[in-house]
Nanobody
Framework: VQLQASGGGLVQPGGSLRLSCTAS????????VGWYRQAPGQQRELAAS???????NYGDSVRGRFTISRDRAKNTMYLQMNSLEPDDTAVYYC?????????WGQGTQVTVSS
């Protein structure tokens, strides 16, 4: 299984970005898929996740601003990020888990700055 993440970049505070992560097989075959982020000098933390059944979970700092979704036809999950703040600056990683599998994408940089 391979994951390909994209969509990061530089955005001004208050702006929006959408991250994409495409898997080499159906995204719906994984028990949980999600996005994590890691800022410089900090631990990796959950941004958002969604189970195969559709239950979502969000980190406290992004709840209400970020939305995770999936596209079955494209084998892709998304992270829509609105009202971005400088503290959202981090490398964002997509992740899929199922049974023994715990796979990470390559990471995409998101920088929020004026």
């Amino acid at each position: 299984v391979q994951l390909q993440a994209s969509g990061g970049g530089l955005v001004q505070p208050g702006g929006s970005l959408r991250l994409s992560c495409t898997a080499s097989r159906s995204i719906f075959t994984f028990s949980v898929v999600g996005w994590y982020r890691q800022a410089p000098g900090q631990q990796r933390e959950l941004a958002a996740s969604i189970t195969a059944g559709g239950t979502t979970n969000y980190g406290d700092s992004v709840r209400g601003r970020f939305t995770i979704s999936r596209d079955r036809a494209k084998n892709t999950m998304y992270l829509q990020m609105n009202s971005l703040e400088p503290d959202d600056t981090a490398v964002y990683y997509c992740n899929v888990r199922h049974a023994y599998l715990n796979l990470w994408g390559q990471g995409t940089q998101v920088t929020v700055s004026s």
